[in-house]
Structures are given as C-alpha cells and as structure tokens.
C-alpha cells in the first residue's frame, strides 16, 4: 500500500474507499429488498439502490474533476457492515422481526455513509476543491434522508415486532 503523504493523498484514498463501499452496496441492497417482508421496506430498498446508482455517477464526476481515473480500494468497513447484514438475513426469525433487522442493518451501513461523505465534504473544502464540495453535500443530504426515512419506518415495524412474540 502507497504511504499517504498529504491531505490530497488522504482524500483522494477515501475517495476510491467510498467509491468501492457504494459499489458493494449494489449487490447488497437487492438482497435486502429480497429478503424484507415488508412492502414499504423493499420500495425503500429499492429506491435506495436507485440512489446509489446515482451517488456512483456523482463520484465519477468528483474523480474526473479531479483530474483522477475512477478507481476502488476495497472498503473493509462497509464490507464487514454487508457481512453482519448478511448473517442476520440467514437468521431464522418472524417476518417482522426480520425486517426490523434489517432496518438495522441499513442504519448502519447509512451511519457509516453519512460519516464517510461527511468526511469527504470537509477534505474538499479544505482543499480548495469549490465544484466538489457541493456535489458531495448533496450525496451527503440523501443519506441522512434515507436514515430518518429508514427510522420512520422502523417505528412502525418495530412496532409490530413487538406484537409478535
């Protein structure tokens, strides 16, 4: 691995971190909507791979902004959030509790979304980077809307978890 001199270096390696964590999320979410007995969570789901289809296109512009070829580092965290998510869904569990699950699951790949794109947003101020900020803002917005979504959700699923034992 090629030792990280500057915050440029640093960004541009989260960069091509949160590029392969997105990456990952498209074969991840499918399963999820799959395996959600809930028809609002597989809409949500589903409308969350839409979404990061188009945060991969929005880090595509970012890299070419850049100046910089697309390219993915593997991202061991997202990779070990997929992981407990896909221990969970092999659990044999009521159909809501499953989906209060995997509502969890989702949380946690969204926290650590929100926490990477965050990141980023600050590393290009800093770096001067004015056209790339925004553009990572707004990846940034989404998540958080998808999170407080996937909460709203888990309000009334979880409610009816309870109910099932």
Partial sequence: MAKIQSLEELFMHELKDTYDAEHQLLDALPKMAEAAKSSELKSAFNSHL????THITRLEQIFEIAGKKPSRIPCEGMKGVIKEG?????????????DAA?????????????????????????LGYEP????????????????????????????????SR
């Fill in 102 to 126: 995997l509502i969890g699951a989702a949380q946690r790949v969204e926290h650590y979304e929100i926490a990477a794109y965050g990141t980023l947003r600050t590393y290009a101020y800093v």
């Fill in 50 to 53: 839409k979404q990061t289809k």
């Fill in 86 to 98: 896909d221990g969970m869904m092999k659990e044999d569990m009521p159909a809501d509790v499953m």
């Fill in 132 to 163: 790339v900020a925004p553009l990572l803002q707004q990846t940034l917005d989404e998540e958080e809307q998808t999170d407080k979504m996937l909460t709203q959700i888990a309000n009334r699923i979880n409610s009816e978890a309870v109910r």
